[in-house]
């Protein structure tokens, strides 16, 4: 059960558009359309931004979004704000019956 | 108002056991699937156990399986961890999660604090 791969960082300045990927294999994400991602400030609990791939639970900012292509799945946040800044984690439903994990992204706000 | 509220961490030596427990109010605890998922200090979220709301199936990650249970008591509300032959790298943040709908376990969309588990001699 390897982590799922996540770049370890990524960047922007307010107001623009960035990308976090989140590669898996063709027992988890490429298997099926139970990507999620979360959200965590230092200090605080995770929050469910997209599950289900690309589907906002009520309050997320319809400036998150999600998609998937084969084996990774995607991340979009648009529209940069200072308080996007935060650790972003992908998960995914495995053929075995577990959940797994991405090692993580720390965004920067520049 | 929904919450989870986990207790029972602690420091505790190799080798030895500790029971975490997370505390559920404000939904029908009957109906979920729960989780637990911890967080070494500085590191990413790792997966650890999902019961189904039934207790007919559980699932651990492979770090933890044959050493980790986990169970339920729905008369408590209450969700549970026993950890038995504890080692130096099942040191974390310990969090219970809910997922955001009965009959599905994928997405987490509740979370406790955690409850901080250090082993060390």
């Known amino acids: 059960q390897s982590a799922l791969t996540q770049s370890a960082s990524v960047s922007g300045s307010p107001g623009q558009s960035i990308t976090i990927s989140c590669t898996g294999t063709?027992?988890?994400?490429?298997?099926?359309?139970?990507v999620s991602w979360y959200q965590q400030h230092p200090g605080k609990s995770p929050k469910l931004m997209i599950y289900?791939?690309?589907n906002r639970p009520s309050g997320v900012s319809y400036r998150f979004s999600g998609s998937k292509s084969g084996n990774t799945a995607s991340l979009t946040i648009s529209g940069l704000q200072a308080e996007d800044e935060a650790y972003y984690y992908c998960?995914?439903?495995?053929?075995?019956?577990?959940?797994?994990f991405g090692g993580g992204t720390k965004l920067t706000v520049l | 108002q929904v919450q989870l509220v986990e207790s029972g961490g602690g420091v505790v030596q190799p080798g030895r056991s500790l029971r975490l427990s997370c505390a559920a109010s404000?939904?029908?605890?009957?109906?979920?699937?729960m989780h637990w998922v911890r967080q070494a200090p500085g590191k990413g979220l790792e997966w650890v156990a999902v019961i189904q709301y039934d207790e007919k199936r559980k699932f651990y990650s492979d770090s933890v399986k044959g050493r980790f249970t986990i169970s339920r008591d729905i008369s408590k509300n209450t969700l549970y961890l026993q950890m038995n032959s504890l080692r130096a790298e099942d040191t974390a943040l310990y969090f219970c999660?809910?997922?955001?709908?009965?009959?599905?376990?994928?997405?987490?969309?509740?979370w406790g604090q955690g409850t901080t588990v250090t082993v060390s001699s």
């Open positions: 289900d791939v690309s």
């Open positions: 063709s027992s988890d994400v490429g298997a099926y359309n139970y």
């Open positions: 999660a809910r997922p955001s709908r009965v009959g599905y376990y994928y997405a987490m969309d509740v």
């Open positions: 998960n995914s439903y495995t053929s075995s019956g577990t959940v797994i």
């Open positions: 404000g939904f029908t605890f009957s109906a979920y699937a």
